[in-house]
């Protein structure tokens, strides 16, 4: 069982930047992929950033290529995502995942990842 507990959403306005936090309880965090999602009303969950078990690896959607940032400290079992630049269509509800072990890749879709934290809302006004 893994518990995850997101932090640090909120509003700003767009240019401006937001980091998000995600706290794992558990002791396998630092054998597992872990991703940011996000769902915007009315669309389906889509995966932001994964990046690998031991940090090594990380994979952006386009739309947050240069902007975004995944992270991790496996010693406080933290995933972090530093998001920069931020424009309107990215406010969302931002949620945490934990995924399987590292297989030569990470999954990039939801169904990839069995654990899943209560998300935290970012808004960006334009």
């Known amino acids: 069982q893994v518990l995850l507990v997101e932090s640090g959403g909120g509003s700003v306005q767009a240019g401006g930047s937001l980091r998000l936090s995600c706290a794992a309880s558990?002791?396998?965090?630092?054998?597992?992929?872990m991703g940011w999602f996000r769902q915007a009303p009315g669309k389906e969950r889509e995966g932001v950033a994964v990046?690998?078990?031991?940090?090594?690896?990380?994979y952006y959607v386009d739309s947050v290529k240069g902007r975004f940032t995944i992270s991790r400290d496996n010693a406080k079992g933290t995933l972090y995502l530093e998001m920069d630049s931020l424009k309107a269509e990215d406010t969302a509800m931002y949620y945490c995942?934990?995924?399987?072990?590292?297989?030569?890749?990470?999954?990039?879709?939801?169904?990839?990842?069995?654990?899943w934290g209560q998300g935290t809302q970012v808004t960006v006004s334009s």
């Open positions: 995942a934990a995924g399987g072990s590292w297989r030569g890749f990470c999954a990039t879709r939801r169904v990839g990842y069995n654990y």
């Open positions: 990046i690998s078990p031991d940090g090594r690896v990380p």
């Open positions: 558990g002791d396998t965090f630092s054998d597992r992929c």
